[in-house]
């Protein structure tokens, strides 16, 4: 069973930083499709970034050009550096792992963290 472990989470002053960070234990980050996701109380699950095998990125506009997703193979580890915080990022963080069925393709099943809790006080 696969399994990831989400960290770095914590409470920054709005315009901080944060870098999350996943590892990933049982599956190689470098054969999967990784993403993070976030929810914030009161809201649906929304995708946040993902990556690729082969290394392709897609953002939700709401964190383009502020958020960067990347992963390390040598450590199994995916990454979310976050700039530029706000408050309404406040939202508990999930990492998501799913088959590589191609470069840019991907497919059930999924596995998913226990989260990561963003804070980003006004």
């Known amino acids: 069973q696969v399994q990831l472990v989400e960290s770095g989470g914590g409470s920054v002053e709005n315009g901080g930083s944060l870098r999350l960070s996943c590892e990933v234990s049982?599956?190689?980050?470098?054969?999967?499709?990784m993403a993070w996701f976030r929810q914030a109380p009161g809201k649906e699950r929304e995708r946040v970034a993902q990556?690729?095998?082969?290394?392709?990125?897609t953002y939700a506009d709401s964190v383009k050009g502020r958020f960067t997703i990347s992963k390390d193979n040598a450590k199994n580890t995916l990454y979310l550096q976050m700039s530029s915080l706000k408050p309404e990022d406040n939202a508990m963080y999930y990492c998501?792992?799913?088959?590589?069925?191609?470069?840019?393709?991907?497919?059930?099943?999924?596995?998913w963290g226990q989260g990561t809790q963003v804070t980003v006080s006004s």
């Open positions: 990556v690729f095998r082969d290394g392709m990125t």
């Open positions: 998501r792992a799913l088959s590589a069925t191609g470069d840019n393709s991907c497919s059930l099943p999924d596995y």
């Open positions: 049982r599956a190689s980050v470098s054969n999967y499709c």
